[in-house]
């Protein structure tokens, strides 16, 4: 998969943008706030319809058009899937919506046909890497969950309507949860809404730890190629419910230790957490939220046996992360039989020699990769040689005087 065009309208400092795109690997110079990130980010957002670090989609709109109460931001990428050649266009609408407030409207057109984001995802694939996603390994349980959700939705695109049902039924039954606790009533009401999160929550424990397991294996080796064998990365889930059977009065395992749950069927997920949820039912409608649940699963990401979110080293977790991003391309790859666009922002700037040096020849094997930088010494000359050099200066776009094309 590559792109072969993109087209920016009001879409974060870029007024307006229309380029080709080289086909292998282009290199974005400029100083820092001048648009490189906001390039890869618009690229992200034709693959999830989300931003990894916008909080809204208003934040994505160009700050001249902001101020008007209609303006429409647009992404308009021309790519090739295996042979076939694809368009697609995201509109984000800001519109009126009355008693002087605005809204925004997202579009999406796949060939001309307007698509639902659950219907859209996977026709494009992307993986991005920027520092401030360090927070999958330090940050909050939600930020890797995130993550997670983000990663599968684009292999296993009836995964985000999944996801969706479950937190509309979720949010249900945690209301129902809060009135019984407040007021009292039947709680065989929640016969009904358990049913239903029993049914979607078991399908995404399912293949959470489908993906997780062959993420693992993939970024086992690929972290081992960047470490010269000298580190061994673990991804470690843990599910807030767990469908491995425990045994009475056994110790909690050590949060290295390797756990086996792929063989477990997604029929023994489902009877298991229903027999759990009927179980806590009196705690929860104490609590009047619902306690276990996908909606609260933490994953680890380990190096020699140490949780790297509360003890790595910025360069074990800078190294970490990306081992995990390549994991990522790989098992693109594998799932839906495309390479991944691959976006990579800063990723040198922290990486000794000899890491940059195996990181580049990665590169070599994907179809097609877009990177910032701010200095072209990170690469040597004949990497720059096989690439196309774009300087980014306020928003706008240039070629280097004697970049390669591609």
Do not use: C
Request: aromatic share 8%; glycine share 6%.
């Amino acid at each position: 998969m590559h792109l072969t065009h993109i087209s920016l309208t009001d879409f974060r400092s870029f007024s307006r943008l229309d380029l080709d795109v080289p086909r292998r690997i282009l290199l974005l110079l400029g100083d820092n706030a001048q648009g490189k990130t906001s390039f890869l980010e618009s690229i992200y957002f034709l693959a999830t319809f989300t931003s990894f670090f916008a909080q809204t989609d208003r934040q994505l709109i160009n700050f001249n058009a902001a101020g008007s109460p209609l303006s429409v931001t647009r992404i308009v990428a021309e790519y090739y899937r295996g042979e076939k050649q694809h368009k697609m266009e995201v509109r984000l609408i800001q519109e009126n919506a009355g008693n002087g407030s605005v809204r925004i409207r997202k579009e999406i057109l796949v060939d001309g046909v307007k698509r639902t984001a659950q219907e859209a995802l996977g026709h494009f694939n992307a993986v991005i890497f920027l520092p401030r996603m360090m927070s999958i390994i330090e940050g909050a349980p939600e930020e890797r969950r995130r993550y997670l959700n983000l990663t599968i939705a684009q292999a296993l695109p009836g995964y985000a309507r999944v996801l969706g049902e479950y937190h509309q039924v979720l949010a249900q039954r945690n209301a129902l949860l809060k009135r019984l606790s407040e007021r009292g009533g039947d709680a065989a009401q929640l016969q009904y809404w358990d049913e239903l999160l029993v049914e979607k929550g078991a399908r995404l424990i399912h293949t959470r730890i489908s993906a997780i397991a062959e993420l693992e294996r993939i970024a086992i080796q690929i972290h081992e190629h960047l470490t010269d064998e000298k580190e061994v990365l673990r991804l470690s889930y843990q599910p807030a419910y767990d469908p491995l059977p425990s045994q009475e009065g056994q110790y909690s395992l050590r949060l290295d230790t390797p756990v086996l749950r792929t063989g477990i069927s997604l029929e023994d997920i489902r009877q298991g957490f229903s027999n759990r949820l009927r179980a806590l039912s009196r705690e929860e409608i104490n609590r009047g939220v619902t306690t276990i649940g996908p909606h609260r699963d933490e994953l680890r990401i380990l190096g020699n046996g140490i949780d790297l979110g509360n003890y790595g080293s910025r360069g074990q977790t800078r190294t970490a992360l990306l081992s995990l991003k390549l994991a990522e391309v790989k098992w693109l790859k594998q799932k839906t039989g495309y390479w991944p666009v691959l976006l990579l922002d800063e990723f040198l700037a922290e990486l000794d020699k000899i890491r940059r040096r195996r990181l580049l020849e990665f590169l070599e094997e994907s179809e097609q990769a877009l990177l910032t930088t701010t200095d072209l010494h990170f690469f040597d000359d004949e990497f720059l040689h096989n690439s196309t050099v774009w300087v980014v200066k306020a928003g706008q776009v240039s070629l280097q005087d004697g970049s390669h094309r591609g």
